[in-house]
């Protein structure tokens, strides 16, 4: 069969009987099989648990037993940060512990419910702190757009698998970019959801980190944030509950917004004439459909509270009590060093003043501009392997490439924004080059409306990479 580019198609298809689910998981396979040698996106595979399970959904369909879910028999990869029943959880590191997991996280048991047949884990950077997919365990993992370049991180794993045409979405999740920064080296949609919007059992780095997918479609997208999302009540702290299911939002018209471009990265980065470009092609389409597009300039991640979030990463580095960190990777040991260095009073101080920026942050939304477009990252995606291979050579350094893949995209980490990567432009090398939109608070809803308006006007769904129709 042609695999679908898209899981609610599939899923249609499934229903329909138009095709069984172990023949969806058969081209699946045999996809991977093809691609994965060139690309290292799967790094841990269950081919007999998932035929099993593709078989006995598809003779329940047949048999015409118990109910099925939205993307009942669509194959989805989880990352290897993320627990699953049953599954070694490795976070890419020689330092992971022996044996299975004990339970799922909530994301993997809602992508169960929904009918998902979990199928291999993607690769990601040790540990998951660094922009790109690349660790010792494993090795690296390459840019289905060309196999020279990195795919991001540190969902690079998901997105290289999607964008090859592996699969038509993948688990991912986000602590200061991991699903917006692939998405973008990656030519995909990628949507990072409001904190405390998708369950966790103990949120990454005190909630900046969320669960999502990178995915081709932002009807998938859509679709997949109603399954994963709350409200958990047994949960600290809960997003407040849309007013619709979020897939009503897609076609819907955002109306005429008020659209801020900001350029000007934190820190006073550089930005590459790439990503430049794209926001300004952004722009013009987003003129072209009514909107008001005006430039603006405020201060997006002073350097204090850069540190202060540097704080709470290194401090998460306790979140793996599990792992051995004599045996991960130099950064890593610095990192976990230096996160037990900080004393608690310390931590705290980084975090009340973490939450008075962000209320200074998020009082632009509403006043100045209703969306803000933004670089996804301040360069273009860099050459596999240059990025660990400086994290090692100066492991108390973080690499500067790391800095311009993440500066525009962190800040909504910590205000817990929704925020999203589109694949509006693509570089003179050919490389894709994402644009950040990011909402107000809880605005999930207003940027899908405005994210299915520019998949209609600039459609990115069949745009591949050579190496998906070879």
Request: a negative charge; one cysteine or more.
């Amino acid at each position: 069969m042609d695999h679908p580019s898209s899981a609610l198609e599939t899923a249609s298809d499934i229903r329909r009987r138009v095709v069984s689910p172990l023949e969806v998981l058969d081209a699946t396979l045999e996809s991977i099989d093809r691609l994965n040698p060139d690309l290292n996106a799967i790094i841990w595979r269950n081919d007999d648990e998932a035929r099993r399970d593709a078989k006995k959904l598809g003779d329940d369909i047949v048999a015409g037993k118990g109910e099925l879910g939205r993307f009942s028999g669509v194959p989805i990869p989880i990352k290897d940060l993320t627990s699953v029943k049953g599954w070694p959880t490795t976070f890419g590191s020689h330092g992971a512990p022996e044996g299975p997991s004990a339970e799922d996280e909530l994301v993997v048991a809602a992508l169960r419910r929904a009918g998902f047949i979990l199928t291999g884990r993607t690769n990601t950077p040790e540990l998951g702190p660094i922009t790109v997919t690349e660790n010792l365990r494993y090795g690296i993992t390459r840019n289905p757009w060309d196999t020279d370049y990195s795919p991001g991180g540190s969902s690079g794993g998901a997105a290289a698998a999607v964008a090859a045409g592996m699969f038509p979405l993948a688990h991912a999740n986000d602590g200061g970019g991991s699903i917006r920064i692939p998405s973008s080296c990656c030519g995909l949609f990628g949507l990072k959801p409001s904190r405390w919007r998708v369950p966790a059992v103990v949120p990454g780095w005190l909630g900046a980190a969320v669960e999502g997918v990178v995915a081709r479609s932002v009807a998938d997208s859509a679709a997949v944030l109603d399954e994963i999302s709350g409200p958990d009540p047994l949960s600290w702290s809960n997003a407040p509950a849309p007013d619709r299911p979020f897939a009503d939002e897609v076609g819907a018209d955002p109306g005429q917004l008020r659209i801020g471009l900001l350029t000007r990265a934190p820190l006073d980065m550089a930005v590459a004439p790439a990503p430049l470009e794209a926001v300004a092609v952004a722009g013009r389409l987003l003129e072209s459909l009514g909107h008001h597009v005006a430039p603006i300039e405020f201060e997006l991640f002073p350097a204090e509270q850069l540190i202060d979030f540097l704080n709470i990463v290194n401090a998460g580095m306790a979140d793996y009590p599990e792992v051995d960190f004599e045996r991960v990777e130099p950064h890593n040991q610095v990192a976990y060093a230096t996160g037990r260095g900080v004393d608690s009073i310390a931590f705290l101080h980084s975090l009340g003043r973490l939450q008075r920026f962000s209320r200074q942050l998020v009082a632009h939304w509403g006043r100045e501009f209703d969306l803000l477009v933004t670089p996804a990252m301040a360069i273009e995606p860099p050459l596999a392997g240059t990025v660990l291979a400086e994290a090692h050579a100066t492991p108390d350094a973080t690499p500067l490439d790391v800095v311009s893949m993440a500066v525009f995209c962190a800040p909504f980490n910590v205000s817990g924004q929704p925020a999203m990567s589109l694949p509006l432009h693509w570089s003179e090398s050919g490389l894709p080059i994402g644009v950040q939109v990011v909402g107000g608070p809880w605005q999930e809803s207003l940027l899908l409306r405005l994210a299915s308006q520019l998949e209609g006007a600039a459609p990115w769904r069949d745009r591949r990479p050579a190496i998906a129709a070879a």
